[in-house]
C-alpha cells in the first residue's frame, strides 16, 4: 500500500501541472536521458531525466517548434499545434548515420587535425558570443552510497537518517536550486536564488550553485582539482590526438564534425571521449568527456562524465550552452559511491557590457523563503522532471525528517542511547538532550587515544568532560561549549587541569569569545613542531627525545571576529607563570648505550641546569589577517566567504610582556606574514610563505619567549606541504630573541615533469622541488633545497611522500631523506 501511494503521488505531480511532457526512447523503446528539448529560436530548453521523461514549460498554445537532440542520434525537428494544457508528446529518436563522404582525406594530415586547428584558431572569439549575459538556471545533485558499513573506525554509522537501508546503500544526498544568474568570462558571477530543496531537510539550503558549474572548453585549462587541459587548448596537439568520426546534419542544416579525443600520454590531465565541432563557425555543438581520477590526482575516484550541450539560435546567432551533466563514481575501502548532477541554462539575454556595480563581492545570495516552497511551485518550475527514486526519496526523507525531529523520537533515542552502564566510568560517557539541544561528555579513566610517552612525564594520558549548547536554526550558529581536560603523568606523578570555555555568536562575523585557565606542559615552540606520536616512537625505539617542555600555569581571554569580507581581528591577553621541567625516566623499548639528551634546549648533556629560571608575566597580542579580493556566499544559516587566490594573504602581529616579576622579561614583538599561492596552469602551483619579525627590549627575555623555528630531525614529514618547517634543521639550533626572516618556497608540478618521464610516469606521482632560508643577526643563514615525490601509494590510497634533503649553514652541509606520511595527520 505504501509503494503504491508513493507511485500515485508521484503520477499526479507528473501530470497535474504539466506543460509540454513525455517520454524519449530509441528505436527499441529504451528510455534516453539527458536528451536536450528546446524550442526552436529560443533560450528555453529543458533535458530528460533517467527514465526519458522530460517537461518543457512554454508560456501560451498555439504553435511551437520543438527541437530533440542527442549525441549519436538523429536530431528531431517537429511542429505540434498545441490548444490545451498538459500536451503530451512522446518521441522515438533513431540513430545517427554518420558520413565520411565529405571528408577529404589527406594521406599528409589527419582530417580532424584541421578540424581542431580552426576550432582553435577561432575559440577566442566563438568564447566571447557568450562572455557576458543573465540566464535562469536549475540544477539538481544526487548522492549515492552502495556497501556502507554499519560502523567506521568503531563508530556507528547508523541509517544516516533513513537514507541507506539494511545492506547499506540508498541516496544520501539529493538537492535542487532554481536561480537567476548574470555571468561574465572569466568569473564575474552574481547569483540569486529563488527555490532551494534538500532531501529530508525542510529548512535546509542547497550548496548547489552556478559557480561550482563552470567549465569552459575555450579556456586552455579546466579545474578538477588538476588543471586538466581543453581538447581545444593552444597547445592541444601536445596532449592528443583525434579521430574523425563523421559528420551529420543538424536541425539548422549545418554540419558537425563528431572528433574522438585521444590521450597521447595516460597519465596527463587530459580528458578522452568526443568533441562535436561546427564547421565553418568551428563552435563547439556538444562534448562528452571522460575524466578518469588518477589523471586529476582523484585516486578515490573511478571516472568522471562530463556532457554539454550547446543549442544555436538563428536570432542571435550565438551557440549557448543549454545543459551539462557531470556523473562520477568513486569508491574506498569497499565503499562505492556514484552521483549525478544536472544543469540546465535557459532564457539568455546576452550584453555587450554590464553596468560597472553590476558586480559586487557577494556572489550568491536567497531569496527570503527560498527554501519553503511547495510541490506545486516545484511542478511547475522544475524543467527536469524527478524520476520515482528520487520522489520517493524526497516523500520518504521528509516523512522520516517528521517523525525523527518530533520531541517524542528524540527523548526515545536519547533514553537509549544516554543509558549508563557498568564500565562508563573506565570508557567514558557521554549524554544528550536533542530537544534540548545540549550535551554531555565524559572521556573516561582510560582513554587511550591520548596515551603518549616523553621523557618529563613519562607515559601520560588524558581524561576530561565537555558540556556544548547549541542554538536553534534560526539563531543563525550561536553555540557554547565548556570543557575541562585532567592530564596525569606517570613518571613525575602530577595531575595537570585545563579548563576552556567557548562561545561563537554567530556564523555571519563569526565572533568567538574564549576563557581559558589551567596548568598544562608545553613545548618551548609553541607551534609544537614535534607531535606526540612521533615523540613517542622517536624516544622508546630510537632514544631520541626530541620533545622539550615546560610548566605553564595560564589564565587568560581571547576575542575575534571578521572584520568586513577581507579582514580578520583578533586580540588575546594572558597571565602565565613558567616553571623549568627535567627528566623523570630513562625508560626505553631497545638496549642501546645511547641516553636520552636533557630537557634543556639550550643544554642538552646538562641535566641539572634549567633552561630558565621560574618567573611569571602577562602577554597582550593583537593579530590581523587580510586577504585581498575575497567573495562571499549570503545564506540565510550563514556566511561564507570565498578566497581570492589571486592575491596572497597578509598576517600581522603584535605581542607585549608585561607585569612580569622582573623587568627583563618585558619585550614587544612585530611579526609579519605573507602567504601565497601562484597558479601555473598545467605547469604546477608554487606555494610561497615569508615570514619576518623583530623583538624589542628582548636582550633578556626568557628563552621560552624567542621566536623558535620548526625544525624536524625525525625524518618523518606529517603535513600535506612542507611551507612552515625546515627538515634537517635542529629543533631549538636557531631561535631568536633579535630579528629574523624565513622563506619556504615549494614548487609541485601536479605531473607536468613526471607524466612525461617513462615508466616513472606510471607511479602518476607529482615533482616536488623546494627551497628554505632562515636568516638571523648573529648566526650564518641556514638554507635547504629540497627535491622529491608526491602523491606515492598503492592503490588508491596516495599518502605518501618521498623528499631528498640538502642543508647548508655556516658551510657544514648535511644530506637526508624525510619520509612523507600524511596519514599521520588522521592519528593526530
Avoid at 528531431?76 to 563522404?101: A, C, G, R
Amino acid at each position: 500500500m505504501k509503494n503504491f501511494y508513493l507511485l500515485l503521488t508521484f503520477l499526479c505531480s507528473l501530470f497535474s501541472y504539466s506543460q509540454i511532457r513525455g517520454t524519449i526512447t530509441d528505436s527499441n523503446g529504451i528510455p534516453l536521458s539527458l536528451v536536450t528539448v528546446l524550442e526552436a529560436n529560443t533560450y528555453n530548453g529543458t533535458s530528460s531525466n533517467d527514465k526519458g521523461n522530460y517537461e518543457l514549460n512554454v508560456k501560451k498554445t498555439g504553435k511551437h517548434t520543438i527541437i530533440y537532440q542527442y549525441l549519436g542520434y538523429k536530431t528531431q525537428k517537429i511542429t505540434l499545434n498545441i490548444d490545451k494544457f498538459p500536451f503530451v508528446q512522446n518521441i522515438k529518436l533513431l540513430e545517427e548515420n554518420l558520413s565520411l563522404s565529405e571528408v577529404v582525406v589527406n594521406p599528409k594530415d589527419n582530417p580532424a587535425n584541421a578540424v581542431i586547428r580552426n576550432a582553435i584558431k577561432n575559440k577566442k572569439g566563438n568564447s566571447e558570443k557568450t562572455a557576458r549575459f543573465k540566464a535562469d538556471f536549475y540544477s539538481r545533485g544526487i548522492f549515492k552510497v552502495k556497501d556502507l558499513p554499519k560502523k567506521i573506525l568503531g563508530q556507528k554509522v547508523g541509517d544516516l537518517n533513513g537514507a541507506v537501508d539494511s545492506t547499506g546503500t540508498g541516496i544520501i544526498y539529493l538537492s535542487e536550486t532554481v536561480s537567476k544568474i548574470i555571468f561574465e568570462k572569466p568569473d564575474n558571477l552574481k547569483e540569486r536564488i529563488i527555490a532551494s530543496k534538500v532531501s529530508g531537510d525542510n529548512k535546509g539550503f542547497s550548496y548547489n550553485t552556478a559557480r561550482s558549474t563552470i567549465y569552459d572548453f575555450y579556456d586552455n585549462t579546466l579545474d578538477f582539482n588538476s588543471k586538466m587541459i581543453s581538447p581545444i587548448a593552444d597547445n592541444a596537439f601536445n596532449y592528443y590526438k583525434y579521430k574523425i568520426e563523421g559528420t551529420f546534419q543538424d536541425e539548422n542544416n549545418m554540419m558537425i564534425n563528431k572528433i574522438k579525443v585521444i590521450a597521447k600520454r595516460d597519465a596527463e590531465p587530459v580528458f578522452e571521449g568526443y568533441i562535436y565541432i561546427v564547421e565553418d563557425s568551428w563552435a563547439i555543438y556538444a562534448v562528452d568527456l571522460d575524466i578518469k581520477g588518477y589523471r586529476m590526482h582523484q585516486e578515490f575516484v573511478d571516472v568522471m562524465k562530463l556532457k554539454q550541450n550547446f543549442n544555436y539560435n538563428k536570432n542571435t546567432k550565438i551557440w549557448a550552452k543549454n545543459t551539462q551533466s557531470l556523473e562520477f563514481s568513486a569508491g574506498i575501502f569497499g565503499i562505492k559511491f556514484n552521483g549525478k548532477f544536472s544543469y540546465v541554462y535557459s532564457n539568455y539575454e546576452f550584453e555587450k557590457a554590464f553596468a560597472k556595480k553590476t558586480f559586487t563581492n557577494e556572489i550568491v545570495s536567497f531569496e527570503t523563503d527560498s527554501n519553503k516552497k511547495d510541490t506545486l511551485f516545484w511542478n511547475q518550475i522544475r524543467p527536469i522532471p524527478l524520476t520515482i527514486e528520487e520522489n520517493t526519496d524526497y516523500i520518504k526523507k521528509d516523512s522520516v525528517r517528521t517523525v525523527r525531529t518530533s520531541k517524542k523520537y528524540l527523548d526515545s533515542i536519547d533514553k537509549k542511547d544516554n543509558k549508563f552502564k557498568f564500565y562508563s566510568p573506565i570508557t567514558g560517557y557521554n549524554w544528550k538532550n536533542s530537544s534540548k539541544k545540549i550535551s554531555f561528555g565524559y572521556d573516561g579513566v582510560l582513554n587511550l587515544s591520548s596515551l603518549n610517552f616523553n621523557t618529563v612525564q613519562g607515559w601520560n594520558l588524558d581524561s576530561g568532560f565537555s558540556f556544548r549548547k547549541w542554538a536553534e536554526e534560526e539563531e543563525k550558529g550561536k553555540s557554547t561549549s565548556i570543557s575541562t581536560k585532567f592530564n596525569y603523568g606517570f613518571s613525575d606523578d602530577r595531575l595537570r587541569v585545563t579548563a576552556n570555555y567557548y562561545h561563537r555568536f554567530n556564523n555571519q562575523n563569526y565572533a568567538t569569545l574564549t576563557v581559558f585557565g589551567g596548568t598544562k606542559v608545553n613545548q618551548f615552540n609553541p607551534d609544537e613542531p614535534i607531535s606526540k606520536f612521533i615523540n613517542t616512537v622517536s624516544s622508546l625505539f630510537f632514544v631520541d627525545n626530541y620533545m622539550k617542555l615546560y610548566n605553564k600555569e595560564f589564565a587568560g581571554a581571547a576575542y575575534g571576529q571578521d572584520v568586513g569580507n577581507n579582514f580578520y581581528l583578533r586580540g588575546t591577553v594572558e597571565y602565565q607563570q613558567r616553571k623549568p621541567l627535567f627528566n623523570t625516566t630513562t625508560q626505553t623499548f631497545i638496549k642501546s648505550d645511547d641516553v636520552y639528551s636533557s630537557n634543556n634546549p639550550l643544554l642538552p648533556d646538562d641535566y641539572v641546569t634549567p633552561a630558565f629560571d621560574q618567573h611569571h608575566l602577562t602577554k597582550a597580542s593583537v593579530s590581523a589577517r587580510i586577504n585581498f579580493g575575497n567573495k562571499y556566499i549570503s545564506r540565510p544559516d550563514g556566511k561564507l566567504n570565498i578566497r581570492n587566490n589571486d592575491y596572497p594573504t597578509l598576517y600581522f602581529g603584535y605581542e607585549n610582556a608585561f607585569a612580569a616579576n622582573e623587568n627583563k622579561y618585558q619585550y614587544q614583538l612585530f611579526t609579519g606574514q605573507v602567504r601565497y599561492d601562484f597558479n601555473a596552469g598545467n605547469k604546477g602551483a608554487l606555494g610561497i610563505n615569508l615570514k619576518a619579525g623583530t623583538f624589542i627590549h628582548g636582550d633578556n627575555i626568557s628563552f621560552v619567549d624567542y621566536k623558535h623555528f620548526n625544525g624536524n630531525r625525525t625524518h618523518i614529514g606529517t603535513s600535506d606541504r612542507y611551507l612552515n618547517v625546515f627538515n634537517l634543521m635542529p629543533y631549538y639550533s636557531n631561535s631568536t630573541n633579535d630579528s629574523y626572516f624565513e622563506a619556504h618556497l615549494e614548487h609541485n608540478d601536479k605531473g607536468y615533469i613526471m607524466n612525461k618521464i617513462p615508466l616513472l610516469n606510471k607511479l602518476n606521482s607529482t615533482l616536488v622541488l623546494g627551497f628554505h632560508a632562515l636568516a638571523t643577526p648573529d648566526i650564518k643563514p641556514y638554507s635547504e633545497f629540497t627535491v622529491g615525490l608526491d602523491n606515492l601509494g598503492f592503490g588508491k590510497l596516495k599518502v605518501f611522500r618521498l623528499d631528498y634533503v640538502h642543508s647548508n649553514q655556516n658551510g657544514v652541509q648535511e644530506n637526508g631523506v624525510v619520509f612523507g606520511l600524511k596519514i599521520l595527520n588522521v592519528l593526530e
